[in-house]
């Protein structure tokens, strides 16, 4: 992290655009990869196996890093390292081994739900984008509504389990939604780097909020960019408002910015 009074200095817009402009070109690199649950997505070429893997990464991500990765090979594992494959042909038998899955809280009753999910889904979809969707339209201001809709959808199954609603966070909960804004950076973000996939067209970087963590809430108020006390839907909005004013068409870059500094 950047010493504070390094960080005092920061003075005009121009000068904390100039700092976390290379903040970015430091952390938004191929060696960023290894490290971090993105890393699991990226041993997949196939686009529905990086939107699965991301996804179970994203949702596991809680912890110690180097733990997420770990529990995400084991459960790619289960599914013969073929996720969309799995999801389209697997059989009942084939769901045994799930049933030792546990991650912190999240567990088998919550991963075969997940599984449950990814199975009707993708029998009926080519691409889970059109599950964050539903109502879309180029208004920046578009996330809010489209989070409360993927989280209604993801749980209209029947007997969807009520304990495992807690594992999708939502908005309408007034929750920061961290982990299901990191994974929507990494389908939707397109740059020349190599950490992000961009493998989605509908959802536009603009409208992205960035990922709000322990690290990044720190690093985001040190730098005068958060300045409601707590940390909840409306403190990731009032983030992105001002990363906005940095950079219009990819305020969410900036999330390499302060999450490097805050893990740094």
């Not at 970087?205 to 690290?215: A, F, K, N, S, V």
Request: with cysteine; charged share 25%.
């Amino acid at each position: 992290m950047a010493p504070k009074g390094e960080r005092s200095t920061l003075r005009s817009e121009m000068e904390l655009k100039d700092f976390l402009d290379q903040k970015v070109a430091q952390f938004n690199q191929p060696g960023f990869i290894a490290l971090d649950p993105i890393s699991i997505p990226h041993r997949f070429s196939k686009k529905q196996d990086i939107e699965i893997a991301g996804f179970f990464a994203a949702i596991l991500a809680w912890g110690q890093r180097k733990t997420i990765i770990n529990k995400c090979l084991e459960l790619l594992a289960m599914m013969d390292n073929a996720p969309h494959d799995f999801m389209l042909h697997h059989q009942e038998e084939d769901l045994k081994p799930f049933l030792n899955f546990k991650h912190r809280t999240f567990n088998d009753i919550d991963t075969l739900y997940f599984i449950a999910f990814f199975a009707w889904y993708y029998r009926n979809h080519q691409s889970l984008e059109t599950a964050f969707t539903l109502e879309w339209t180029d208004d920046p201001d578009v996330m809010e509504q489209l989070l409360v809709n993927f989280h209604h959808f993801f749980f209209s199954l029947p007997d969807a389990p009520q304990r495992t609603r807690k594992h999708i966070a939502t908005p309408a909960r007034k929750a920061a939604c961290k982990r299901i804004n990191m994974f929507l950076r990494w389908m939707v973000r397109k740059d020349d780097k190599g950490v992000d996939f961009g493998i989605w067209n509908t959802l536009k970087p603009y409208q992205l909020i960035c990922p709000c963590d322990l690290h990044v809430d720190r690093v985001g108020r040190e730098f005068g960019l958060i300045t409601r006390k707590q940390t909840d839907w409306l403190t990731a909005v009032e983030l992105t408002q001002r990363l906005r004013e940095l950079d219009p068409k990819d305020p969410v870059k900036y999330d390499f910015a302060l999450f490097g500094m805050g893990v740094g």
